[in-house]
């Protein structure tokens, strides 16, 4: 079964992914719907957060995380450059997560390309692998709209920005590790979404190849297991 058109698979990559990357296989245009869609909920998240937030308590947060082993002087020059960047913060972050995405899909795109050659009935284009990537990145969607209502129910406008933006971390779900940790920034990368879309790389490499489910598994990890594993040396050392 595949889905009928591009709205239905922006359901069916939640509830029934097999369907969806059966839909979106061989169907033209659907994968810009869902990237926009992705876009405009991230996009949506951040300009809420800055909208909400006590831009001083934001500052004094920033400042905190980025002067944990610097000098006073350190922690002046740092204070003025976040102070003086402040306004742009904002755009940076609407414009800045967009094209960061863009950037994620096409090198994703290269990446399930390349491994798909392995199969040798596989013959999607790469412009098919950049859609294919875009809707593995779906979960996107649900942890902006998960960072809009925590910002919307916050009884305060002194909100974390990492509270609200990393909420379902390993880190804050489970380890609860203090900023300046070695590992802090690890296992604040690490969460529930990025397995989420492990499992969506794993179920459509299935469909569009003849992986068997522990090769689609292996490939569709295969990138984070390298980026977070070399993390964790640095982080180690």
Known sequence: ??????????????????????????????????????????????????????????????????????TIGEQ??????????????????????????????????????????????????YGAWYGF?????????ISSLGTIALVLSASTDQISQQAVFSYASINQLIIGLEIGHPFYSLLESINLFSFWSIALGMIGLKCWTNFST?????FSALPSIIIFGIWAIIAAS
């Open 76 to 125: 002046k020059m740092i204070r003025q450059s976040i102070e003086q960047n402040a306004e742009g913060q904002i755009w940076f972050g609407l414009f800045g997560g967009v094209i960061a995405l863009a950037i994620m899909n096409a090198l994703m795109a290269l990446y399930y390309m390349l491994v798909a050659k392995q199969d040798p009935e596989s013959e999607h284009s």
């Open 133 to 141: 990537a875009t809707w593995t990145m779906m979960p996107v969607v």
């Open 214 to 218: 522990n090769k689609a598994l292996l």
């Open 1 to 70: 079964m595949k889905s009928p058109n591009a709205f239905s698979a922006l359901l069916d990559i939640y509830i029934s992914p097999s369907k969806a990357f059966n839909g979106v296989e061989h169907a033209k245009g659907w994968s810009w719907l869902a990237f926009i869609v992705m876009s405009l909920v991230s996009m949506a998240s951040i300009y809420i957060f800055y909208s909400t937030v006590d831009m001083q308590f934001l500052i004094n947060e920033q400042v905190a995380a980025s002067t944990i082993d610097a």
